[in-house]
């Protein structure tokens, strides 16, 4: 993927993709503000939300092994992945262990963010996606663009021409009737669906959150198909983020409160599913689960960037963003877009190449993410933060030593009162745009008019008289704090 600059210049020309995105995020948006406004305890479930995650974070390596020896007494058993490649080698042996070929899957960020569908074909394992926007996606050989809505960047009109021209090669074909009424195209994904749940013996889901007392795994979503995975196949497998973790059932009740009113603007969720390793004769005989690092262990040892860790994949942040709203998912070039993506891509990956380093400037600084951010994760600082470590790196020294050099000036009053003298008497030789490559800041604002008389000159001459100049010389303390007066 190109740095988010180029892909964003790309992603804005086109009108029908931002038409469906503007359309898309005001109606969750919209949702989101009623459902939360219900709540007179909002902040307080927010700030517990927070609480809970860093305490959980503080405290990683004892509920890790917590969960392991509770997922091991219900019968499951626990991998440890240090990397994408650990954890693609991981499933793929235990995929290959059943003598299946084919998969369901559960939508799942870590899945993707591991490219684990890739890595199975390679080894000549078909992953089926379950999920209505991720079979979308699938059938188009494109990408996700959203952390909850995959083919947000889709209209109906072309979900039914992704649907009728390429269902077939999949599975069960669409109808040849097939229309764009939203009711037509979701049983017509059900009609195709349903062949691969009744057929298939091996899943592999992720989960939203690991219960550590209990080694329970839970999945939240609105449309069934992940139970359908859940329950019906022979072998689970359960792709876990190592941040997913929270202590109790306890403290799960807090984030069954705010996923669904951040993420679809729902009271709760339609489907809330819970399993705790194995039961004869009751859903899969055989259960893993995969506990993904793959960079985190590294975030978490950032004190500035580990907030990004609470994160709990509602998407607000992306549903709010005016930066989003315009490019859309595909411009951050990684599975985690928006806001989050722009933090957590570049702790996760590194910003050594230009693609990762361009994502913490893929933002106004607004706010709104923060706001609206149901753990608390103060983005504009983690965005800076990250400003700060890409600056840092070598291939910067034009910027680095234009900041040493208004340093020096601001840093001396009368190297600056010099300057300010000099611009205003050449005040009238100030272009209206920067020269050379400079000129892209000035394409989108104007240089700031450069005042006929500095405060500072003003000063000495209309103030004077109500109180003593400060120099800043060193002079006597009385002087001092007068000019301060």
Same mark, same amino acid.
């Given at each position: 993927?190109?740095?988010?600059?180029?892909?964003?210049? +790309?992603?804005?020309?086109?009108?029908?993709?931002?038409?469906?995105?503007?359309?898309?995020?005001?109606?969750?948006?919209?949702?989101?503000?009623? $459902?939360?406004?219900?709540? *007179?305890?909002?902040?307080? /479930?927010?700030?517990?939300?927070?609480?809970?995650?860093?305490?959980?974070?503080?405290?990683?390596?004892?509920?890790?092994?917590?969960?392991?020896?509770?997922?091991?007494?219900?019968?499951?058993?626990?991998?440890?992945?240090?990397?994408?490649?650990?954890?693609?080698?991981?499933?793929?042996?235990?995929?290959?262990?059943?003598?299946?070929?084919? $998969? $369901?899957? $559960?939508? +799942?960020?870590?899945?993707?963010?591991?490219?684990?569908?890739?890595?199975?074909?390679?080894?000549?394992?078909?992953?089926?996606?379950?999920?209505?926007?991720?079979?979308? #996606?699938?059938?188009?050989?494109?990408?996700?663009?959203?952390?909850? #809505?995959?083919?947000?960047?889709?209209?109906?009109?072309?979900?039914?021409?992704?649907?009728?021209?390429?269902?077939?090669?999949?599975?069960?074909?669409?109808?040849?009737?097939?229309?764009?009424?939203?009711?037509?195209?979701?049983?017509?994904?059900? #009609?195709? /669906?349903?062949?691969?749940?009744?057929?298939?013996?091996?899943?592999?889901?992720?989960?939203?959150?690991?219960?550590?007392?209990?080694?329970?795994?839970?999945?939240?979503?609105?449309?069934?198909?992940?139970?359908?995975?859940?329950?019906?196949?022979?072998?689970?497998?359960? #792709?876990?983020?190592?941040?997913?973790?929270?202590?109790?059932?306890?403290?799960?009740?807090?984030?069954?409160?705010?996923?669904?009113? +951040?993420?679809?603007?729902?009271?709760?969720?339609?489907?809330?599913?819970?399993?705790?390793?194995?039961?004869?004769?009751?859903?899969?005989?055989?259960?893993?689960?995969?506990?993904?690092?793959?960079?985190?262990?590294?975030?978490?040892? *950032?004190?500035?960037?580990?907030?990004?860790?609470?994160?709990?994949?509602?998407?607000?942040?992306?549903?709010?963003?005016?930066?989003?709203?315009?490019?859309?998912?595909?411009?951050?070039? +990684?599975?985690?877009?928006?806001?989050?993506?722009?933090?957590?891509?570049?702790?996760?990956?590194?910003?050594?190449?230009?693609?990762?380093?361009?994502?913490?400037?893929?933002?106004?600084?607004?706010?709104?993410?923060?706001?609206?951010?149901?753990?608390?994760?103060?983005?504009?600082?983690?965005?800076?933060?990250?400003?700060?470590?890409?600056?840092?790196?070598?291939?910067?020294?034009?910027?680095?030593?234009?900041?040493?050099?208004?340093?020096?000036?601001?840093?001396?009053?009368?190297?600056?009162?010099?300057?300010?003298?000099?611009?205003?008497?050449?005040?009238?030789?100030?272009?209206?745009?920067?020269?050379?490559?400079?000129?892209?800041w000035t394409d989108t604002r104007d240089i700031p008019e450069v005042p006929?008389?500095?405060?500072?000159?003003?000063?000495?001459?209309?103030?004077?008289?109500?109180?003593?100049?400060?120099?800043?010389?060193?002079?006597?303390?009385?002087?001092?704090?007068?000019?301060?007066?």
């Amino acid at each position: 993927m190109p740095p988010f600059p180029e892909a964003a210049k +790309s992603a804005v020309e086109d009108s029908q993709m931002r038409h469906n995105l503007r359309l898309a995020t005001g109606t969750i948006r919209g949702k989101r503000e009623a $459902v939360v406004s219900e709540l *007179d305890d909002w902040p307080d /479930l927010r700030q517990a939300g927070k609480a809970i995650k860093d305490r959980t974070l503080r405290h990683l390596d004892t509920y890790l092994e917590q969960l392991e020896e509770a997922v091991t007494a219900a019968g499951g058993t626990v991998h440890w992945a240090a990397d994408a490649d650990e954890a693609n080698e991981i499933v793929t042996g235990l995929v290959q262990a059943t003598g299946e070929s084919d $998969v $369901v899957k $559960v939508k +799942s960020m870590a899945t993707q963010e591991i490219e684990l569908n890739e890595a199975l074909a390679q080894a000549g394992i078909t992953a089926y996606e379950t999920d209505l926007a991720e079979l979308i #996606v699938q059938l188009s050989d494109d990408l996700p663009s959203h952390i909850l #809505v995959p083919a947000i960047h889709r209209n109906r009109a072309e979900i039914r021409e992704i649907f009728r021209d390429r269902m077939a090669s999949w599975g069960v074909p669409a109808p040849e009737e097939l229309s764009d009424d939203p009711r037509a195209l979701a049983e017509a994904a059900r #009609v195709h /669906l349903r062949e691969r749940f009744l057929n298939t013996k091996v899943a592999i889901s992720g989960a939203n959150f690991a219960v550590a007392d209990t080694g329970s795994m839970v999945v939240l979503e609105s449309e069934g198909n992940g139970r359908m995975c859940l329950t019906l196949p022979q072998t689970l497998i359960s #792709v876990v983020g190592i941040e997913k973790i929270v202590p109790t059932w306890s403290d799960l009740e807090v984030f069954l409160q705010l996923l669904p009113r +951040s993420s679809t603007g729902e009271r709760m969720n339609p489907y809330t599913s819970t399993w705790t390793g194995v039961t004869p004769g009751d859903g899969p005989q055989e259960f893993h689960v995969v506990l993904l690092d793959n960079g985190r262990t590294d975030v978490l040892a *950032d004190t500035v960037g580990r907030q990004a860790l609470r994160c709990i994949r509602c998407s607000a942040c992306l549903n709010t963003c005016p930066v989003y709203e315009r490019t859309g998912g595909h411009a951050y070039g +990684s599975v985690y877009p928006g806001p989050i993506g722009a933090i957590l891509t570049p702790q996760l990956r590194g910003t050594a190449s230009e693609t990762e380093a361009s994502l913490p400037y893929a933002s106004s600084l607004c706010g709104a993410c923060y706001e609206v951010c149901p753990v608390a994760i103060d983005i504009p600082e983690v965005l800076v933060h990250l400003r700060e470590e890409v600056v840092a790196r070598p291939g910067h020294r034009a910027e680095k030593a234009a900041m040493g050099a208004a340093g020096w000036l601001l840093n001396g009053e009368h190297r600056l009162d010099t300057a300010q003298r000099a611009a205003s008497a050449a005040r009238s030789l100030v272009p209206r745009r920067m020269p050379g490559p400079a000129s892209a800041w000035t394409d989108t604002r104007d240089i700031p008019e450069v005042p006929e008389e500095s405060f500072r000159s003003w000063w000495r001459r209309e103030g004077a008289a109500e109180a003593p100049e400060h120099t800043g010389d060193g002079g006597d303390e009385d002087a001092q704090e007068g000019g301060r007066r």
